[in-house]
């Protein structure tokens, strides 16, 4: 399945090839990380967030310093640590003297097993269960809408959740310029 992705100034809606929306994503208050994601009928059905982890020990790295959850009635269903990239040749097309690593790959702990997300060249992202892939989100950072292809074997509502840890990731690395 074929889903597009619109974004608004405050959401996003996943929507099938007819233009019917399927899902989704709000804030869950006005400011903060925190998403509803709501199904075709309004309710809300998963709800994300980005989990700060406890001050910095002797064995934390950055990738460890945050964790990306889905809550189901306020139960965690997933959790999602970043890797981030080793080799700046990977994304030497955008090199700037100031680059913060990049977020390469995520894997995500669910009741579906581990997904991993992979970041490519293009900054499109693979989705894969068990080295199968089940999942493709077209290029971010394009001027082209977004599409995510999807294996319907999985509810909507969990893809559009996993859209949005993707959000999380694909902007872990944005530089803030006060």
């Known amino acids: 399945m074929k889903l597009r992705i619109r974004k608004g100034l405050f959401s996003w809606k996943l929507q099938d ?12 208050k006005l400011g903060g990380s925190a998403k509803k994601i709501i199904d075709a009928k309004g309710n809300t059905i998963f709800t994300t967030d980005i989990v700060n982890l406890p001050k910095q ?4 790295n950055r990738a460890d ?17 970043l890797f981030f990239a080793t080799n700046p040749e990977r994304t030497k097309t955008q090199s700037f003297t100031l680059c913060p690593p990049k ?48 294996s319907e074997k999985y509810e909507i509502t969990f893809w559009a959740s996993i859209y949005m840890l993707v959000e999380y990731m694909m902007h872990e690395d944005d530089l803030i310029v006060i």
């Open 103 to 150: 977020a390469d790959k995520m894997e995500v702990e669910s009741s579906y097993g581990i997904w991993v997300v992979q970041r490519q060249k293009n900054n499109g992202l693979n989705i894969t269960h068990d080295d199968t892939s089940i999942g493709i989100i077209s290029p971010f950072f394009s001027f082209k809408p977004i599409f995510l292809e999807l």
């Open 17 to 28: 090839e007819n233009g019917a929306t399927l899902a989704k994503i709000c804030n869950k």
């Open 65 to 81: 310093s945050r964790k990306y959850m889905i809550y189901k009635d306020t139960q965690p269903v997933a959790t999602a640590n």
């Open 57 to 60: 020990t002797e064995s934390w």
